[in-house]
């Protein structure tokens, strides 16, 4: 997404003589080139807006009952009352969030490509996004509509799968419901798979520093450690480092409470229990394998860091093709 640049100045004529014009040339963004118009400074952070569309107005709606109407959007840079969609590029309405990144109607400019745009764009290249040249297709274990399955890269155990969006999005709270839909389908396969292994089965997501959603699904084995060790495992390890992770109820939707654009992390244990929290400042990326290393649950403390799991091109497809024929009983993507 593009970003917008805030400048502070002073007052004119402040007595102190801090600086109170800025002169600069300005490229209206309708006329930009798209990769220029993405393309992120150094020093960037997130937006501490909230982003407007249509997607969480209604969220609010029917988590809150809420009667107001969303306000209109403000924007400096291109007209948002010109008619949205004439032709057939209008035909079914893009998703709001493209629009909120992809600044309003500006696909549907005379001058700007035509081509549709169903699902937003990285900024970069994206190592998850199943169409771009970066992805490690050979990791891939099933293809679904909407989601895909793939082995995690330095697996901490050689079950350990990641699911993803097969489109470029950041986090579980971004996804439309047909998304979400088959991202419960996987969940579903995979609890079901890792139980035929006498194993259960841990989710979580960090939606900090990392572009694509990768939701990671870690088994355990039944006979390792109880659901309740695993928690107690997450919350303790958690307060050692000053973070306190929140026991959400079973069918919160996240999206309720980290609007997109919230940085998190969430565990999702085999009970249907879910631990959430906000992050902050600054956040321990591999906290979730550190978690499930550690000698309360898996007891492999070496393993917590992925680099020092790396496994060569031959025993990952090795790996893989085992693990697809395991998992081929359970895959619905498969059955289609
Ligand atoms: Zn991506």
Known sequence: MHVSRFIALATVNNPAKKKYLYAFNIIPMKSMDPAELVKQPQDVTENPYKRPGKDKADAQKATFGATEE??????????????????????????????????????????????????????????????????????VISIGTHCYLALAKGALTPRHMLILPIGHYQSVVELGSEVVEEMEKYKSALRSFYKSKGDRCVLFERNYRSQHLQLQVVPVPLDCCATEDIKEA???????????????????????????????????????????????????????????????????????????????????????????????????????
């Open 234 to 336: 997450f919350m303790v390890q958690a307060q050692e480092q000053q973070m306190e992770l929140m026991e959400i109820p079973e069918h919160t939707d996240l999206k309720q409470i980290a609007p997109p654009g919230t940085p998190y992390f969430y565990v999702e244990l085999d009970s249907g229990e879910k631990l959430f929290y906000r992050i902050q400042k600054h956040f321990p990326l591999q906290f979730g394998r550190e978690v499930l290393a550690s000698e309360a649950v898996l007891n492999i403390p070496t393993r917590a860091d992925w680099r020092e799991c790396k496994q060569t091109r031959e025993e990952e497809d090795e790996a893989c093709k085992q693990l697809r024929d395991d998992f081929q009983p359970f895959d619905f993507a498969w059955e289609d």
């Open 70 to 139: 969303e306000e209109p959007a403000h924007q400096f840079f291109f007209d948002l009352s010109r008619k949205q969609g004439g032709g057939s590029r209008g035909r079914g309405r893009k998703r709001p969030s493209d629009g909120a990144r992809w600044g309003g109607d500006q696909q549907q400019d005379g001058d700007r490509p035509k081509q549709p745009r169903r699902h937003p764009q990285p900024s970069g290249p994206c190592w998850f996004c199943l169409a771009s040249p970066q992805v490690e297709k050979h990791l």
